[in-house]
C-alpha cells in the first residue's frame, strides 16, 4: 500500500486537476449543485452494484467518480465563497472524533451496538436535542433502506423488542391482517397492510443481524442468473419463451439452480 505522503500527493494531483476542468471544460465549467445531483445519486448506485459483485477494480473505479462528485461539490462551494474541499475535510475529523469518544476519550465501549448507541445519543447532542430521533433519515432513501433505518434509529433509543423472538408473533399478526384485506378485495386498505407486513419482515431481519437490502438484492441476482440461463436455452433450442410450458420452464430453473 502507498504512504501517506504518497496518498496526498495523489489527491492534490487530483484537486489540481478538477481546478483545471472547472476552468477550461466547456461541460465542467457550466455544472452546478442541481445538475450534478442526479448523477450523483446514479454513480452511488453503480457503486453499489460494485460492491455487491464484489468487483474491488469496479469498486476503484466507483469509489473514484463518486470522490469526483464529492470533490467537484466542493469547488462549487469555494467560487461561492461559502466553504472549500479543506472545510469539508475538518468538519469531517471533528464529527469523527466527538463521535468516537471511545477512540478519542474517556468512554468505553466493547462492542459495535454500544458504539451505534453512543453514535446515536451524541448524534442528538450535535442537534442540542431540538430535532427528531428520526429526523436524519433522509426522505429520498428507498423505501426498504429508509425502513430498515428507521427501525435502527428507534433502537437506539430503546424503542425495540425485549427479545428478538418476539418480532414474529408481529409478522404473524401483519400477515394474518393482509389476508383478510385482500380476501375482502379492498385495495386501498391491501396496500396499507401489504406495507405493515413488510416493515414487521424487515425488522425481523434487523433483529437477526440480516441487512435486508443486500438480501434481497442477493435474490434479485439469483433470480436473473436463473432467469437468464432460462432464455439462453430456450433460445438454443430455438423456441419461444412465451409459448414453452410451465413445467419445462421448471425443469431449466432446476438446471440453473443445480449449478449454484
Not at 55 to 60: E, F, L, S
Not at 163 to 171: A, C, L, R, S, T
Not at 213 to 238: C, M, P, S, V, W
Request: some cysteine.
Amino acid at each position: 500500500m502507498h504512504t501517506k505522503e504518497e496518498k496526498m500527493e495523489a489527491f492534490g494531483r487530483f484537486l489540481d486537476i478538477l481546478d483545471e476542468l472547472r476552468i477550461k471544460c466547456p461541460w465542467d465549467k457550466k455544472q452546478t449543485y442541481e445538475s450534478l445531483r442526479t448523477n450523483t445519486i446514479e454513480e452511488v448506485y453503480e457503486l453499489s452494484d460494485a460492491l455487491m459483485k464484489h468487483d474491488m477494480k469496479d469498486v476503484r473505479k466507483e469509489l473514484g467518480d463518486v470522490l469526483l462528485h464529492v470533490a467537484f461539490y466542493a469547488k462549487i462551494a469555494s467560487e461561492t465563497g461559502d466553504f472549500d474541499i479543506k472545510d469539508v475535510c475538518d468538519s469531517l475529523c471533528e464529527k469523527l472524533i466527538f463521535r468516537h469518544p471511545h477512540v478519542f476519550g474517556n468512554v468505553k465501549a466493547e462492542t459495535a451496538g454500544q458504539v451505534s448507541e453512543n453514535w446515536e445519543q451524541l448524534k442528538l447532542k450535535e442537534k442540542d436535542g431540538n430535532k427528531s430521533v428520526l429526523s436524519g433519515v433522509p426522505t429520498s432513501l428507498p423505501s426498504l433502506i429508509k425502513a430498515y433505518r428507521i427501525q435502527d434509529k428507534a433502537r437506539n433509543v430503546g424503542f425495540d423488542w425485549e427479545e428478538k423472538e418476539q418480532v414474529w408473533d408481529k409478522v404473524k399478526e401483519e400477515f394474518g391482517e393482509l389476508q383478510v384485506e385482500l380476501a375482502n378485495l379492498d385495495k386501498d386498505k391491501s396496500e396499507a397492510e401489504f406495507g405493515d407486513f413488510l416493515f414487521s419482515v424487515i425488522n425481523a431481519g434487523r433483529l437477526y443481524g440480516i441487512n435486508p437490502d443486500n438480501a434481497l438484492e442477493r435474490t434479485n441476482q439469483k433470480f436473473i442468473r436463473r432467469f437468464t440461463y432460462l432464455e439462453e436455452h430456450t433460445l438454443k433450442q430455438g423456441k419461444d419463451l412465451k409459448e414453452m410450458p410451465l413445467e419445462e420452464m421448471d425443469k431449466y430453473w432446476n438446471e440453473a439452480k443445480a449449478k449454484e
